[in-house]
């Protein structure tokens, strides 16, 4: 029996049937009401966290401007939920994580969040007859919500892109996630767009990282670029944001080169300054190589991930970068700059950079496909050859039970 003739429509592009099988949508969902920020009711709402891919419960308390909202947070408490029904309670630790409010000035825990993220729930009326406050029972399934939250979150995304994404193939929307950094990195790359003239224009970005707390639960990893010489007309810009997972100041020294990178054009000339001597010893290692990584010095690098999308950017921009070492913490006036404002990222929880499962360069073989844009035949078909070996085709996909 011909298998590719079996689950493809013309030989490449999968039938829908086997297409779902291997992927997850959530367009199926139902259309999501909106919040009413001209009622302002004090709804019991979810709102999706990028930060933490997670949902938040909460309680409206007021309009603070058009773009936030004030809720009072209301813990899940899975242990005590149902399959039907949600177990919520108000969350009064004012230490909490999404506790993102002045804790002097409330004494409570409440969260701010984008009308246009919120999914209502229960209106203030239903909150009360339904006597959610005692019962701590809602009936809905938090599974659910979490789809219909995150859904929300993502159609809030789209005008922004429509209004900054200048190339259809835009690296950034490639390798990050949703979130306030993307969307600042997606300004920034606008307002370099135009600077698209490798031979008029060279891009000169300081970027440094920061760690503080090592070793606590406080740990933070932070980093900044700033461009902020105007030779050749370029306007000024700086970014700073805030990473999770593996903290070490070598990392947040190569991430800061990364999303440098990213804001500009196609074929552009960059000079990074950079006061981190392993970060450039790395970099002039794969420059002798151009930029070549196998999968055999990707698990032996430190740091393989990161480089590994280094090595995409440029390569895929086309990119001609060259890093300059400076002294650090002395007087050279930009790298002081963009140290001052890696140290500010601590501060700010609601800056964060998340990339995508699909941004190393280097594919890694996982249990599952989750890019469903590049699922063909072809990468479907190589991936099952190593699935047979420990579990049956055909119960697998139901091959006996496709219909032709």
């Known amino acids: ?8 429509v013309d030989g490449t592009n999968l039938k829908p049937n086997i297409y779902n099988l291997f992927t997850t949508f ?4 139902k259309e999501i009401r909106s919040y009413n920020i001209e009622k302002q009711d004090r709804s019991l709402s979810v709102v999706y966290s ?3 891919n997670s949902i938040l419960f909460g309680k409206v308390q007021h309009l603070i401007d058009e773009d936030n909202i004030l809720l009072r947070h209301y813990h899940a408490d899975m242990s005590q939920s149902t399959s039907t029904s949600t177990y919520v309670t108000i969350c009064d630790d004012t230490l909490c994580a999404a506790n993102t409010v002045n804790r002097s000035s409330m004494g409570v825990c409440a969260f701010t969040a984008n009308p246009k993220h919120i999914v209502p729930l229960l209106s203030a009326a239903k909150f009360t007859k339904e006597d959610v406050e005692r019962r701590k029972m809602i009936n809905f399934n938090i599974f659910n919500l979490f789809d219909q939250a995150k859904k929300k979150y993502a159609l809030s995304q789209s005008t922004l892109m429509r209004n900054h ?3 259809q193939n835009n690296i950034i929307l490639e390798l990050l996630e949703p979130g306030l950094s993307r969307n600042e990195l997606l300004i920034i790359q606008r307002k370099l767009t135009i600077f698209d003239n490798p031979n008029c224009c060279i891009f000169e970005f300081f970027t440094d990282g920061s760690l503080i707390e090592l070793g606590t639960e406080q740990c933070n990893i932070s980093c900044a670029f700033a461009h902020l010489d105007r030779s050749f007309g ?13 903290p070490s100041a070598y990392r947040g020294e190569l991430l800061a080169v990364i999303l440098a990178l990213m804001v500009v054009p196609y074929r552009s000339k960059v000079r990074i300054n950079i006061d981190s001597l392993n970060v450039i010893t790395m970099f002039e290692g794969f420059k002798c190589s151009n930029f070549s990584l196998t999968s055999r010095d990707y698990f032996k690098l430190n740091n393989s991930y990161l480089w590994s999308i280094l090595i995409r950017i440029i390569r895929q921009q086309n990119l ?6 400076v002294a650090a913490h002395t007087d050279c006036d ?3 700059y963009v140290d001052r404002l890696a140290k500010s990222a601590h501060i700010d929880q609601d800056r964060f950079i998340n990339f995508i499962d699909t941004a190393p360069d280097i594919k890694v073989l996982r249990y599952g ?3 469903p844009l590049k699922l063909t035949y072809e990468n479907l078909s190589r991936w099952l050859v190593i699935l047979k070996a420990w579990k049956n085709l055909s119960t697998y996909i139901g091959i006996l039970n496709i219909e032709n």
């Open 26 to 29: 959530f367009d199926n969902i």
């Open 50 to 52: 990028p930060q933490h």
């Open 334 to 336: 930009g790298n002081n």
């Open 165 to 167: 994404v200048i190339r």
């Open 369 to 371: 496909i989750t890019s």
């Open 320 to 325: 001609h970068v060259e890093m300059f070492k």
């Open 234 to 246: 370029v306007p000024q810009v700086e970014f700073y944001t805030t990473i999770d997972k593996w």
């Open 1 to 8: 029996m011909d298998i590719q003739r079996l689950i493809t």
